[in-house]
């Protein structure tokens, strides 16, 4: 693949801090609105970031991991049946998705193996 390839590739086009810092900004009052109760800032909310995601680099879809898009529609589905319980617990696993993983600890390194003492094969003279 040559240079040119790859910065016409639709992804390498937009620029997606701006995307990301606005996507968040919606969330951030997704979460707050879920949280106040407001079904209209949750259907206003929601709406902004499915209208960024169509708009956006991940061919329609509001997120590229496919599990915080399906955490996404599931707030989606809940919000159209008028569910917020479900729409704030599919929220709340959605924005955990995005806390920082703990980096695993590594499996101690083998030590040296002990090695038996090797018999001293010339006999000394005493």
């Known amino acids: 693949m040559s240079v040119g390839q790859v910065s016409s590739s639709p992804i390498m086009q937009q620029p997606l801090q701006p995307y990301f810092d606005h996507r ?3 969330m951030v009052q997704l979460g707050k609105d ?5 079904a209209q800032g949750v259907q206003q909310a929601y709406d902004a970031i499915v209208s960024l995601g169509q708009n956006g680099p991940f061919k329609g879809a509001a997120f590229a991991m496919g599990s915080r898009e399906q955490d996404f529609q599931a707030i989606g589905q809940a919000i159209q049946s008028g569910d917020f319980s479900a729409a704030a617990q599919a929220y709340k696993s959605l924005a955990e998705s995005f806390k920082a993983q703990p980096a695993p600890v590594p499996a101690p390194a083998p030590g040296p193996s002990p090695v038996p003492p090797v018999a001293n094969p010339v006999p000394s003279a005493s």
């Open 34 to 38: 879920l949280k106040a109760g407001d």
């Open 24 to 26: 968040k900004a919606d």
